[in-house]
């Protein structure tokens, strides 16, 4: 399931195209050369905590109401590869929950070995963002889940009725939507699919020792790794950057001081056809960020030194030292966690039905 990544390291993304869109800020007119230039600058907790936040244990929404049964089923959905059209891929495929919550390659592989035109972003807190896909044209994790699986390119599968009738010919999954929605005549159907797998992935959650940080623990990271968040903020990496998920809160310009080199792919743009969403992408959320190379939606950047370098030059107008990067990345390291290992188990799948279809490779 491809969706969302990483778009401009340090540029977030706010709503739509309503929300104001911060000022580019000017480069910097320090007259020290940049070799002389200090990696550890003062930090202001108070500063940090007004413009970040701690995770919470989960992204629920009133829209879709958590059960344990819906996520159990949910789990199983993700996990399914009877779900694709060949049925050899899932929602884990892309979105390994052992490597990440991401894929490892520029763009992932799809039905027949097809390529995709995004790089897959990690799955991990993606319930917490504005909105998904790197043009944010699914508002919920909800809708999300059910893209990739009529998408041609990856799962493939023919319509939303061919998915309802492969997961009524598994008899498992009979009883297990009808323990996730009760009550209802017909439990099966692609909106409740949606709804199961987004009850589970809204339990991505992947909290830090950079969340005990935040709740005011203030020996929670090292002095290195306080000096790169000094510098993280201090470079203007949070005006973009902010909020709990540290990122995906807003769009923004990929490009903003100097342009992007690749503009075959136009960003929301392609999706509102409003020119002033020409090259605004999702800014993505810098959890694990260390975890889910390559970066930026054309997965064209393959390390996170240089991805920070590019960031900071294209969005802030600044030329960091080697120093810098270094330090910003020992930052970055402490935003990487993992689920709870039992939650992201890979169940045992309900067992194939007399009448289940048959693999379709063509």
Not at 153 to 167: I, S, T
Not at 321 to 339: M, N, R
């Amino acid at each position: 399931m491809r969706t969302l990544h990483i778009v401009g390291l340090f540029a977030i993304v706010g709503c739509t195209r309503e929300p104001p869109r911060p000022e580019p800020a000017p480069p910097s007119t320090a007259t020290t050369p940049p070799s002389d230039r200090t990696v550890a600058p003062a930090l202001d907790l108070a500063q940090v905590r007004a413009v970040l936040a701690p995770l919470p244990s989960r992204f629920d929404t009133p829209a879709n109401p958590t059960t344990p049964e819906k996520i159990a089923l949910g789990r199983m959905l993700y996990f399914d590869p009877r779900l694709s059209k060949a049925q050899d891929l899932s929602c884990a495929s892309c979105h390994d929950l052992d490597k990440g919550g991401a894929d490892t390659g520029p763009f992932s592989k799809g039905h027949n070995g097809k390529l995709g035109g995004r790089n897959a972003p990690t799955v991990f807190n993606a319930a917490g963002q504005l909105a998904q896909f790197w043009d944010g044209r699914a508002p919920t994790v909800e809708e999300q889940a059910k893209g990739p699986v009529l998408n041609p390119v990856e799962m493939a599968m023919p319509d939303p009725d061919h998915v309802a009738a492969v997961l009524r010919s598994i008899p498992g999954y009979v009883v297990a939507f009808g323990k996730a929605f009760p009550g209802e005549s017909e439990p099966i159907t692609y909106d409740n699919f949606g709804r199961a797998v987004g009850a589970f992935e809204r339990g991505l959650v992947t909290p830090t020792r950079f969340d005990a940080l935040l709740a005011g623990t203030d020996d929670a990271l090292a002095p290195a790794e306080l000096a790169g968040l000094a510098l993280f903020v201090r470079t203007g990496c949070t005006a973009c950057h902010a909020g709990p998920l540290v990122g995906g809160a807003m769009y923004m310009k990929l490009g903003l001081i100097e342009p992007y080199a690749n503009t075959k792919d136009q960003g929301r743009y392609d999706l509102t056809k409003h020119e002033e969403d020409r090259m605004f992408f999702k800014v993505p959320s810098l959890r694990n960020v260390v975890a889910t190379a390559p970066y930026f939606h054309d997965g064209s950047i393959a390390d996170l030194p240089t991805a920070i370098r590019t960031m900071g030059r294209l969005q802030l107008g600044k030329q960091l030292t080697d120093a810098e990067v270094a330090s910003i990345a020992t930052f970055l390291a402490t935003l990487s966690g993992k689920p709870d290992a039992a939650y992201i188990a890979r169940p045992a799948l309900p067992a194939t039905g007399p009448h289940t279809p048959k693999p379709d490779r063509t």
